[in-house]
């Protein structure tokens, strides 16, 4: 059977059918022929004078239908090839593009990356973060930690865990002893430096928590207080120590900010009063006294009130 869409595609191709021109429907049955010709008539494909064929026109008798229909052995051989040619080209464009699913849309990413100026830059090795695993509860009494208040065992503990503190949950004080300080209070009020925090040993541990006042600030190094103190006597020797040198601190932070006053003072009233200030003061001129002679280094020298001694020599 040829479907109507066949017959258009043949149609359309011989644009001056006559008598002579359908012999090529002379594969197809009689009712088959009379349908399609009526149906493309009424639509104006086909005149008048053509409708009138009929199939006693066509000769049908030394046409086989059947092997119309059949393919020979060298037609089906050409059209595997032509499959085996078509699936590779396919395979081939999907192995070049493997990325493609279709309609999906490609992101772009428009960050801006350093490119170094025209010089190689040098792949910087990937950091891999530490995974910090909660650590066991001792569970043996004979290697539990002994607490520092209460002087008993204990299996686990924040501080302990945290800050290696031997301190127990129960007599933990989050108030005073055992409170955490910043970084910064750890160093103004316990006169200590970076090298006393991170390099004596042992090391002070400490927890990183985020700014709550600055959201764009590093992140702040809280330390436990009982061991800052711990470092402080430690490196000044005695709490007597480390008063005093706070003490003398102070009293240069006093003398320097006492000084700073006074120039101001100063520097406000000869703006005021500037009738009372000599701005252009005159040069110093050196009134030398009597000159003495070193036999040993051969040279004079003589000396002014003022204390500048000048040396010289004679020919």
């Keep these: 059977m040829v479907s109507d869409d066949q017959f258009d595609g043949l149609i359309d191709r011989r644009p001056c059918l006559g008598v002579d021109k359908f012999l090529w429907l002379t594969c197809l049955d009689v009712p088959q022929i009379n349908i399609i010709m009526e149906k493309h008539c009424k639509t104006g494909d086909i005149s008048i004078e053509e409708k009138s064929i009929t199939a006693k026109e066509v000769d049908i008798e030394n046409i086989d239908v059947k092997d119309s229909n059949v393919l020979t052995a060298a037609q089906r051989a050409r059209a595997e090839r032509n499959r085996q040619k078509a699936q590779a ?6 192995v070049q593009r493997p990325n493609n699913e279709g309609s999906k849309p490609v992101k772009k990413s428009f960050q801006a990356l350093d490119s170094g100026g025209g010089f190689l830059l040098e792949e910087e090795p990937e950091v891999v973060p530490k995974v910090c695993a909660v650590p066991a509860p ?4 004979s290697e539990q930690p002994i607490c520092l208040e ?12 945290t800050f290696d503190y031997s301190v127990c949950d129960a007599c933990r004080d989050d108030e005073d002893a055992h409170s955490l300080i910043t970084r910064t209070e750890a160093k103004s009020e316990y006169l200590l430096k970076d090298c006393d925090l991170d390099l004596r040993p042992p090391p002070l541990r400490c927890v990183r928590r985020r700014n709550p006042h600055r959201a764009r600030f590093a992140e702040m190094r809280l330390y436990l207080r009982a061991q800052v103190a711990a470092r402080a006597l430690a490196v000044w020797g005695s709490p007597a120590a480390l008063e005093r040198e706070r003490a003398e601190r102070d009293a240069r932070r006093d003398r ?13 009233r000869m703006d005021v009063r500037s009738s009372l200030f000599g701005r252009g003061r005159s040069a110093h001129e050196h009134a030398f006294g009597p000159e003495s002679y070193d036999a040993d280094a051969d040279q004079y020298s003589r000396a002014c009130d003022c204390g500048y001694v000048e040396t010289y020599e004679k020919m």
Excluded at 138 to 141: D, G, K, Q, Y
């Design 89 to 94: 080209l396919r395979e081939a464009r999907l």
């Design 138 to 141: 001792i569970v043996h009494p």
């Design 150 to 161: 209460c002087d008993q065992p204990f299996p686990q503990s924040y501080l302990f865990d």
């Design 256 to 268: 320097a900010a006492a000084t700073a006053q006074r120039r101001r003072m100063r520097a406000l």
